[in-house]
């Protein structure tokens, strides 16, 4: 499975921001996929995940109500809509995948939430 993210960037806070997740190769594998982050000098956390098929989601308390994941089926494609963005969402954020029992990741995009 490869994973592609985009839709980082520069954002004043308050704004919005749209990731994308593309996946690629034996996607009829996967289980689930989920959005993870790091901040400088911080460890790699949970942002959310999205199950397959039934499409059960949970979400890290700091983002419920602010950020939706969802997935396009069709494009085997993730998403993460990051509403009233503040600057301590400022972070890499990656795409997770898991596909017959193992994790897998994609580069990161940043991004970044300016006061």
């Known amino acids: 499975v490869q994973l592609v993210e985009s839709g980082g960037g520069l954002v004043q806070a308050g704004g919005s921001l749209r990731l994308s997740c593309a996946a690629s190769?034996?996607?009829?594998?996967?289980?689930?996929m989920g959005w993870y982050r790091q901040a400088p000098g911080k460890q790699r956390e949970l942002v959310a995940t999205i199950l397959s098929g039934g499409g059960r989601t949970n979400y890290a308390d700091s983002v419920k109500g602010r950020f939706t994941i969802s997935t396009e089926s069709a494009k085997n494609t993730m998403y993460l809509q990051m509403n009233s963005l503040k600057p301590e969402d400022t972070a890499v954020y990656y795409c997770?995948?898991?596909?017959?029992?193992?994790?897998?990741w994609g580069q990161g995009t940043q991004v970044t939430v300016s006061s």
């Open positions: 997770n995948a898991w596909s017959a029992g193992a994790p897998y």
């Open positions: 190769g034996s996607t009829f594998s996967i289980k689930a």
